[in-house]
């Protein structure tokens, strides 16, 4: 296979399904990112995501985390083997495990996670649940690069869902999807094509310091 042009070999970490995965996937492929999935790594070696990977014929890395006592020295030893294919970018698009600040620290500004959540507002699980337990009027999804802390680093993009009466956990996590997708590609070809980095905490759009994140909706 011809190597990805430089600056834009993309790795994903996935745990489950692997939607957000496909999507970036075919994205590459159709051009709307100009970038090359490298791998797709997963913690759990039965993970979907791993199957529609090798199916797009993209090489894999199974790793399974449960049952390991020492949590950083996984860690360490996983973003070894994922650092192997040289990525440029790492994506976490839905992979349910928090990496040791020792592990993420050497990637910081050059790995992101897409949470479903408008951040700082609902970090870590059962999002949709909470929203609605809230009463929000608002849902949506955010992506951020990652840092030490819980889905607390630096925000940069957004999507958003109006909330119904009738909305369950369930039904709000199948409307957002597709937004996710799309907001994953946007921010994925916005990082490929060089518009956004990190300066410290401040994400840097086109050159100006990004005071709230993008909207794509
Ligand atoms: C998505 O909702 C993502 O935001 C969250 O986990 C889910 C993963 O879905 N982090 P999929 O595996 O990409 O289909």
């Given at each position: 296979?011809?190597?990805?042009?430089?600056?834009?070999?993309?790795?994903i970490?996935?745990?489950g399904?692997?939607?957000?995965?496909?999507?970036?996937?075919?994205?590459?492929?159709?051009?709307?990112?100009?970038?090359?999935?490298?791998?797709l790594?997963?913690n759990?070696?039965?993970?979907?995501?791993?199957d529609?990977?090798?199916?797009?014929?993209i090489?894999?890395?199974?790793?399974?985390?449960r049952?390991?006592?020492?949590?950083?020295?996984?860690d360490?030893?996983f973003?070894?083997?994922?650092?192997?294919?040289?990525?440029?970018?790492?994506?976490?698009?839905?992979?349910?495990?928090?990496?040791h600040?020792?592990?993420?620290?050497p990637?910081?500004?050059?790995?992101?996670?897409?949470?479903?959540?408008?951040?700082p507002?609902?970090?870590?699980?059962?999002?949709?649940?909470?929203?609605?337990?809230?009463?929000?009027?608002?849902?949506?999804?955010?992506?951020?690069?990652?840092?030490?802390?819980?889905?607390?680093?630096?925000?940069?993009?957004?999507?958003?869902?109006k909330?119904?009466n009738?909305?369950?956990?369930d039904?709000?996590?199948?409307?957002?999807?597709?937004?996710?997708h799309?907001?994953?590609?946007?921010?994925?070809?916005?990082?490929?094509?060089g518009?956004?980095?990190?300066?410290g905490?401040?994400?840097i759009?086109?050159?100006?310091?990004?005071?709230?994140?993008?909207?794509?909706?």
């Amino acid at each position: 296979m011809a190597r990805a042009q430089p600056g834009r070999r993309i790795a994903i970490l996935a745990s489950g399904r692997g939607s957000n995965a496909l999507s970036l996937i075919e994205a590459c492929r159709t051009g709307r990112i100009e970038g090359e999935v490298v791998l797709l790594a997963s913690n759990r070696p039965a993970a979907p995501a791993l199957d529609l990977a090798r199916a797009a014929g993209i090489s894999t890395l199974a790793e399974d985390s449960r049952g390991r006592a020492d949590r950083r020295a996984w860690d360490l030893a996983f973003l070894e083997r994922v650092a192997a294919s040289q990525p440029d970018l790492i994506v976490l698009a839905g992979f349910m495990r928090r990496l040791h600040a020792d592990a993420v620290a050497p990637w910081y500004g050059r790995m992101i996670n897409i949470h479903p959540s408008l951040l700082p507002a609902y970090p870590g699980l059962d999002t949709h649940r909470r929203v609605l337990a809230a009463g929000d009027h608002e849902h949506g999804a955010s992506v951020h690069f990652v840092s030490a802390e819980l889905d607390a680093g630096p925000v940069f993009a957004q999507c958003h869902i109006k909330i119904d009466n009738h909305d369950t956990a369930d039904s709000l996590a199948q409307r957002l999807l597709p937004h996710e997708h799309r907001l994953l590609i946007a921010s994925v070809a916005h990082l490929m094509r060089g518009d956004i980095h990190l300066d410290g905490r401040s994400v840097i759009f086109r050159g100006q310091p990004l005071t709230t994140p993008l909207s794509i909706d």
